[in-house]
């Protein structure tokens, strides 16, 4: 109205068009839900009504059904807790390496020169196919499974932090020195801090990696496990089962994520 | 302490930035540094206060720094150099810490500081808060809490606008009022060198040297903005420097 208005007293005159807008995250929480909600929504409605075969696609309220009888039975816990154990104990060997040997190679021209060669060979190895080599060396029991998570989460984690450390402000770096700062405390204080952001978003790929690994670990050898269920399930062409398994995998991937997200909002909130 | 600096050469790679630089900055003085833009000023800085080495001659410390000083030479930045994460007071105590100084002592020199600057109610503030004029006070009450012998200054007062720096102007007089130090202010603001500086060094164009020293006899806390003989002074100084000025624009259009 008072848009109008302004149009009308003034001949000839036109407010100027606002394009300031967009390339700014603002966090809209509920749309994640909405999206999830319409999906499930689609699905159950599409396996009802019949134009999507039972075959192919289990039906979501089927699915529930059946993940709840998991539930009641206990057997959940049998799986979901060992699983939970290897991706934690993993992941965290993996990721405390990766940010250690990262920080390192930021650090020190040596190590960089000798590492980063070798991180870039490692890394595009699946390394589902050492899984066999991991049986060897520890053994067919939880070691060969943390050994593999850790090692898959290792590298990503490595190359985030060592990108990260590079990113930090050398003006900072240079004001420390200046300031007569322990080599120690630059680190601490200026390099670390500094290095957070990148570090904690590689961290955020990182750990995906590792869920992905837990359920290669699994389906190798492991009597209870989110994997092993999947893959019995599958062996079973076992629709509900499998996707009650999936399922649980995408839920655990969320929770990490807003882990992180969590941990970013607390350590991070000095960022403009 | 006092400061000689003795035939000061330096090179990076094959390009000769500074060419023999010999300077006497005497104590309770600020020296005014001004020259041609990559004249080799900043360089001179980092050389002065240890951050780089330079390819021959030598900076040399004449007299020991009084006992109580923390960081005998110490930086005031261009960018203010401040830890985003950490609160004007974290910033202020950053540079306490590493030198033992802790708990109550080193509340007594961050509170001292931040009054001097006129930061108190900013204590809690993160960087991110604070206008420009307001972070380059953190960064000078930093500096003032190490009880620096020497401050060296690289166009402290350049990212801000008119307003800020003349009130940062007036504030830097009032400290130096009241405790005579000693700085080496680089600027390529003619205005601000007449009214802080003893004496103004006047640099050539890149290989740097020492083109004249024109000294300011009047007291800092009489200068005042648009005086007409610090006008003249500064007249002097643009006489001194616009051959130098011009050439060195026409050097980098060529490369
Ligand atoms: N680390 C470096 N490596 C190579 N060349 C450099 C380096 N630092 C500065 N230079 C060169 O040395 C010369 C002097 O640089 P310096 O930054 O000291 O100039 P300045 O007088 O401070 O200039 P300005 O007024 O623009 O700040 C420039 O030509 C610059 O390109
Ligand atoms: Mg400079």
């Known amino acids: 109205m008072s848009k109008q208005k302004l149009q009308s007293n003034v001949d000839g005159a036109s407010e100027v068009v606002f394009r300031g807008g967009g390339f700014k995250t603002v966090s809209i929480p509920w749309v994640g839900f909405v999206v999830f909600a319409l999906l499930i929504a689609f699905l159950e409605w599409g396996t009802r009504a019949g134009w999507i075969s039972n075959l192919t696609m289990p039906r979501p309220s089927d699915v529930f059904a059946t993940f709840v009888d998991l539930w009641r039975s206990g057997l959940l816990w049998e799986h979901l807790f060992p699983s939970l154990t290897r991706l934690v104990v993993g992941a965290s060997i993996g990721a405390s390496a990766g940010i250690g040997v990262g920080v390192l190679i930021g650090l020190f021209s040596l190590i960089r020169a000798g590492l980063v060669p070798l991180v870039s060979a490692i890394f595009p190895i699946p390394k589902i196919a050492l899984l066999p080599l991991f049986v060897i060396w520890f053994g067919i029991d939880e070691?060969?499974?943390?050994?593999?998570?850790?090692?898959?989460?290792?590298?990503p984690t490595v190359v985030a932090t060592y990108g990260a450390v590079d990113n930090v402000d050398r003006s900072l770096i240079r004001m420390g020195q200046s300031f007569s700062l322990t080599w120690l405390s630059i680190v601490r204080k200026i390099v670390l801090p500094g290095a957070m952001p990148g570090i904690l978003s590689g961290l955020r790929v990182s750990l995906a990696i590792a869920i992905i690994l837990l359920v290669a670990a699994e389906m190798l050898g492991a009597e209870y496990g989110i994997g092993a269920y999947i893959l019995e399930a599958g062996s079973l062409y076992d629709l509900e089962r499998l996707f009650v398994g999936v399922a649980i995998l995408s839920i655990i991937g969320v929770l990490v994520s807003a882990a992180i997200t969590m941990i970013e909002k607390h350590l991070l909130s000095w960022r403009t | 302490m006092e400061l000689q600096l003795d035939n000061l050469c330096h090179a990076y790679n094959d390009v000769t930035v500074l060419?023999?630089?010999?300077?006497?900055?005497?104590?309770?003085?600020?020296?005014c540094i001004v020259g041609p833009s990559g004249c080799g000023k900043s360089t001179l800085l980092r050389l002065v206060g240890g951050l780089e080495r330079a390819s021959s001659g030598a900076v040399l410390q004449?007299?020991?720094?009084?006992?109580?000083?923390?960081?005998p030479l110490t930086y005031i930045f261009q960018d203010f150099a401040l830890l985003p994460w950490r609160t004007v007071g974290g910033n202020v105590s950053l540079v306490l810490e590493d030198h033992g100084i802790q708990g109550e002592r080193a509340e007594a020199i961050i509170s001292d500081v931040l009054k001097r600057t006129k930061l108190t109610d900013f204590r809690k503030a993160l960087p991110k808060q604070l206008s420009g004029g307001m972070k380059q006070r953190v960064a000078i009450a930093r500096a003032l809490a190490v009880k620096p012998a020497i401050l060296l200054m690289d166009e402290p007062l350049s990212a801000l606008d008119s307003q800020t720096r003349e009130l940062l102007i007036d504030d830097l007089i009032a400290l130096w009022v009241r405790e005579q130090f000693t700085a080496i202010y680089v600027t390529h603001n003619l205005n601000e060198a007449v009214r802080l500086g003893h004496s103004i060094v006047v640099m050539s164009r890149r290989p740097g040297q020492v083109r004249a020293i024109v000294d300011i006899d009047k007291p800092l806390q009489q200068r005042q903005l648009g005086d007409a003989d610090l006008e003249l002074k500064q007249k002097e100084l643009w006489d001194l420097m616009r051959e130098e000025a011009l050439a060195a624009d026409q050097e980098l259009i060529r490369v």
Do not use: W
Not at chain 2, 62 to 71: K, L
């Open chain 1, 143 to 155: 070691a060969s499974k943390y050994a593999l998570i850790a090692f898959g989460t290792f590298t």
């Open chain 2, 19 to 31: 060419d023999r630089i010999s300077l006497r900055i005497a104590s309770g003085k600020i020296v």
């Open chain 2, 62 to 71: 004449m007299g020991e720094p009084p006992a109580d000083s923390i960081n």
